[in-house]
T-cell receptor
């Protein structure tokens, strides 16, 4: 069956540009998470959506980062005025609910020149 | 104190040997526990859930110790293909919407011939 789909797989952009990363969760999964992971580092939690509840944005590193989840399905992570330190793999995961195991997409590898 | 803590390793393991490692968590009310495996430059994948009574899946055994607030993973008869980073996941902040799951930093395991 279809898993979590992320696009693009790779994104290279210049410093200062805005980028949008997309995540299409598994159908029926109400919980959606965004993480980022720098090379050789652990997962850094960014934001969590659960159903119609207000998202947990506690992991967003700055106000340049924002995310939306429209219609309880597809989510978009937006990074404005990108900086070189934003370079990382951005991973999306979804689950049936907050306490259920997460299933990850392949990630978007973001490189800021 | 971090919500979920792991020894980063690496654990260097001879092929065929047994290796075990723990993950401690800070929230005594946590109820959901999982082990994930992450290969280099790949997304994390669910290895197994951890149940109160302990559970086994082939060469892998997971245990939960609520009194001391840790979970453990034991790998018997290690294979070269077991080399990976093992991430523990615990449901963390009960005040957040839907009991968000929190990842530990991972334990790196290297199985050598």
């Amino acid at each position: 069956g279809a898993g979590v789909s992320q696009s693009p797989s790779n994104k290279v952009t210049e410093k200062g540009k805005d980028v949008e990363l997309r995540c299409d969760p598994i159908s029926g999964h109400t919980a959606l998470y965004w993480y980022r992971q720098s090379l050789g580092q652990g997962l850094e939690f960014l934001i969590y959506f659960q159903g119609n509840s207000a998202p947990d944005k506690s992991g967003l590193p700055s106000d340049r980062f924002s995310a939306e989840r429209t219609g309880g399905s597809v989510s978009t992570l937006t990074i404005q005025r990108t900086q070189q330190e934003d370079s990382a793999v951005y991973l999306c995961a979804s689950s049936l609910g907050g306490t259920q195991p997460q299933h990850f997409g392949d990630g978007t590898r973001l490189s800021i020149l | 104190r971090k919500e979920v803590e792991q020894d980063p390793g690496p654990f260097n393991v001879p092929e065929g040997a047994t290796v075990a490692f723990n993950c401690t968590y800070s929230n005594s009310a946590s109820q959901s526990f999982f082990w994930y495996r992450q290969d280099c430059r790949k997304e994390p994948k669910l290895l197994m859930s951890v149940y109160s009574s302990g559970n086994e899946d082939g060469r892998f055994t997971a245990q939960l110790n609520r009194a001391s607030q840790y979970i453990s993973l034991l790998i018997r008869d290690s294979k070269l293909s077991d080399s990976a980073t093992y991430l523990c996941v615990v449901n963390g902040n009960l005040k957040a919407a839907g009991n968000k799951l929190t990842f530990g930093g991972g334990t790196r395991v290297l199985v050598k011939p």
